[in-house]
């Protein structure tokens, strides 16, 4: 059969998109969608609905992770597998990680309504706790899935309000009885918005990134000495917030002070007691670094961590650092890169063989399997907040490409 007029439908996909959006609807037109909340149950259940109206092979495993499969006419072939997050930030964009997830799901109904048989089964994911952002680290579920992180390691997580990870996917009726086990997969293609401005800028449709950026996030906890305001002269305080305000400077210069070639974010901080008129005696704030080099980020960690303990010294606090997590850079497969932009290119989309800055699946996928990511630009470049935004006639693109690169990894023998 000749696929190269096939296209996904884009406004099926907007629908589904914006159906998605309604579950955790912020004012201000974007999503808060925590991992194993309430709103991440409701969307789940709309998930598994449409998985079951297409009649896939659907498994939860015990980290929650979802999948639909497909079979293909040659079930001892490893499958393809597409699919990404539909958790979000705290109030975050529509598109980070759902369009993923309901781009590989367009590429099914496309397959199904037009009784296209493949080869190989083609499976869609859904991945638990991508973001992190309610239970650290990031990218939880398909890191237990491929073995880089411990199952039970990863239930012991606690948010903010000291809620397991695992007591939580058990009350959201999402713990799975399949083992989060990793099985051959023959390709893995993660579709998602770029983040970033530069598919906008250079006004291209596809992006095709070369990999993903090491990412190492440590936590620091400060501890001083409280006091009442007033009575407490300047000289000799023990102030915490002093303290880490100093340290959290320090992180912002670490790239220039470095030559460049990455990022360096303080995104989180906790003070106590948090009060007016108390000296704050403990800071928790959190360090994000992000490199194509690994020993470049590390070199800036060990420069910045002796920064941290003068600070602390000098100013009377103790200070406590906990890595919480490193992921080393994530090169893709080149042919499954090139492969992808060859298909824009024969689609009539302008494209970009670029890189990732954010944490992605793909990142613990490159792991087991030859895998490449599609991108789309994000508007602004803006992303984890709500005015996140894509045009649809790009989602669609995206998708498109998608569903030829399905195609062709799945008739591949």
């Given at each position: 059969?000749?696929?190269?007029?096939l296209?996904?439908?884009?406004?099926?996909?907007?629908?589904s998109?914006e159906?998605?959006?309604e579950?955790?609807?912020?004012?201000n037109?974007?999503?808060?969608?925590?991992?194993?909340?309430e709103?991440d149950k409701r969307a789940r259940?709309?998930?598994?609905?449409?998985?079951?109206?297409?009649?896939?092979?659907?498994?939860?495993?015990?980290?929650?992770?979802?999948?639909?499969?497909?079979?293909?006419?040659a079930?001892?072939?490893?499958?393809?597998m597409?699919?990404?997050?539909?958790?979000s930030?705290?109030k975050?964009?529509?598109?980070?990680?759902?369009?993923?997830?309901m781009?590989a799901?367009?590429?099914?109904?496309?397959?199904?309504?037009?009784?296209?048989?493949?080869?190989?089964?083609?499976?869609i994911?859904n991945?638990?706790?991508?973001?992190?952002?309610?239970f650290a680290p990031?990218?939880?579920?398909?890191?237990v899935w491929?073995?880089?992180l411990?199952?039970?390691?990863?239930?012991?997580?606690?948010?903010?309000?000291?809620?397991?990870?695992?007591?939580?996917?058990?009350?959201?009726?999402?713990?799975?009885?399949?083992p989060?086990?990793?099985?051959?997969?023959?390709?893995?293609?993660?579709?998602h918005?770029?983040?970033?401005?530069i598919?906008?800028?250079?006004?291209?449709?596809?992006?095709?990134?070369?990999?993903?950026?090491?990412?190492?996030?440590?936590?620091?906890?400060?501890e001083?000495?409280?006091?009442?305001?007033?009575?407490?002269?300047?000289a000799?305080?023990?102030?915490?917030?002093?303290?880490?305000?100093?340290?959290?400077?320090?992180?912002?210069e670490?790239?220039?002070r470095?030559?460049?070639?990455?990022?360096?974010?303080?995104?989180?901080?906790?003070?106590?007691?948090?009060?007016?008129?108390?000296?704050?005696?403990?800071?928790?704030?959190t360090v994000?670094?992000?490199?194509w080099?690994d020993?470049?980020?590390?070199?800036?960690?060990?420069?910045?961590?002796?920064?941290?303990e003068?600070?602390?010294?000098?100013?009377?606090?103790?200070?406590k650092?906990?890595?919480?997590?490193?992921?080393?850079?994530s090169?893709?497969?080149?042919?499954?890169?090139?492969?992808?932009l060859?298909?824009?290119?024969?689609?009539?989309?302008?494209s970009?063989?670029t890189?990732?800055g954010?944490?992605?699946?793909?990142?613990?996928?490159?792991?087991?399997?030859?895998?490449?990511?599609?991108f789309?630009?994000?508007?602004?470049?803006?992303s984890?907040?709500?005015?996140?935004?894509t045009?649809?006639?790009?989602?669609?693109?995206?998708?498109?490409?998608?569903l030829?690169?399905?195609?062709?990894?799945?008739?591949?023998?």
């Open positions: 059969m000749d696929f190269k007029g296209r996904v439908n884009g406004k099926r996909l907007q629908d998109v159906e998605m959006a579950i955790g609807a912020t004012p037109g974007g999503m808060q969608r925590l991992a194993l909340s709103e259940d709309l998930f598994v609905r449409w998985l079951k109206a297409l009649n896939l092979e659907i498994i939860i495993d015990d980290m929650g992770n979802i999948f639909g499969n497909r079979p293909g006419r079930p001892g072939l490893s499958p393809i597409s699919g990404s997050h539909m958790d930030q705290p975050g964009g529509r598109f980070d990680g759902v369009l993923g997830v781009g799901l367009e590429v099914l109904r496309t397959l199904c309504e037009h009784d296209i048989e493949t080869e190989r089964s083609v499976t994911v991945w638990t706790n991508e973001e992190g952002s309610r990031a990218m939880v579920g398909s890191g491929t073995g880089a411990d199952r039970d390691w990863a239930y012991d997580r606690t948010d903010i309000n000291g809620r397991r990870f695992e007591d939580e996917l058990i009350r959201i009726s999402y713990q799975g009885s399949a989060a086990r990793k099985w051959p997969v023959h390709v893995y293609y993660e579709y918005i770029e983040q970033g401005p598919l906008e800028s250079q006004g291209k449709t596809i992006g095709a990134p070369k990999g993903i950026l090491c990412l190492h996030w440590y936590d620091v906890y400060v001083g000495e409280a006091n009442q305001v007033g009575p407490t002269p300047m000799g305080r023990h102030d915490a917030l002093c303290a880490s305000a100093e340290m959290i400077l320090k992180v912002n670490l790239p220039q470095m030559g460049g070639n990455m990022v360096a974010t303080v995104g989180e901080i906790q003070n106590y007691p948090n009060s007016r008129n108390i000296i704050p005696d403990k800071v928790h704030f994000d670094i992000r490199s080099d020993g470049h980020a590390r070199k800036a960690w060990d420069m910045v961590r002796s920064d941290f003068e600070i602390a010294a000098r100013r009377g606090c103790s200070i650092i906990e890595e919480t997590w490193r992921v080393e850079h090169p893709f497969d080149v042919k499954l890169v090139q492969r992808i060859e298909i824009a290119e024969e689609l009539g989309y302008e970009l063989h890189v990732s954010a944490g992605h699946d793909a990142s613990y996928m490159s792991r087991v399997c030859p895998t490449a990511m599609i789309v630009p994000s508007i602004g470049g803006r984890h907040v709500e005015v996140e935004d045009a649809w006639e790009d989602c669609e693109a995206g998708a498109n490409v998608l030829h690169a399905v195609l062709q990894s799945a008739n591949e023998e």
